[in-house]
């Protein structure tokens, strides 16, 4: 699996899951992927800021290739360190997540859950957010 940053014709900025970069641009080519703001399918591909390597210790002298890490594996680390750096205000992340915004209350890191409706209302106000899949292991 593998993670790419994308922006829809509306310059909506997002990421998504596939399989490989092949199956990226064929979902592209057939207009498979929307926009989650506003629906549009006109998708490009963008830089990513940020990139997850996993690397054992490297020996002195002789640089070892990056390893692929399991994005399950990456996965649940994220879940880990926000539930460890993050206070979770459940379903009242959008009013929480707006007060701060506007002063009301402590800046601080927060996590929870929003409906379609609260996204699109913290979007228009300029709240910054990001939506974090939720870890479902095989059982």
């Known amino acids: 699996m593998i ?11 997002f990421e998504a899951w596939f399989k490989d970069a092949a199956a990226f641009e064929e979902q592209r080519k057939e207009r498979l992927i929307t926009c989650p703001v506003c629906g549009r399918s ?10 997850v390597i996993s690397r054992s210790r490297p020996s002195p ?9 399991d994005p399950r594996v990456a996965l649940k680390m994220l879940h880990d ?3 460890r750096h993050f206070d ?10 707006m007060k701060i915004h506007k002063g009301e209350e402590e800046k601080r890191n927060i996590r929870g859950t929003t409906s379609k409706e609260e996204e699109k209302t913290l979007t228009e106000e300029g709240v910054q957010f990001i939506k974090v899949p939720m870890l479902k292991l095989d059982s």
Do not use: M, N, Y
């Not at 993670?3 to 900025?13: N, P, T, V």
């Not at 002298?61 to 890490?69: D, I, L, N, S, V």
């Not at 979770?88 to 997540?97: H, I, K, L, M, T």
């Open 3 to 13: 993670i790419f940053d994308l922006r829809c014709a509306g310059d909506h900025r």
């Open 42 to 51: 006109d998708i490009e591909r963008i830089p990513s800021s940020v990139s």
């Open 61 to 69: 002298g002789k640089a070892e290739p990056p390893r692929e890490t």
């Open 81 to 83: 360190f926000l539930d």
């Open 88 to 97: 979770d205000v459940g379903d009242r992340f959008a009013q929480v997540a």
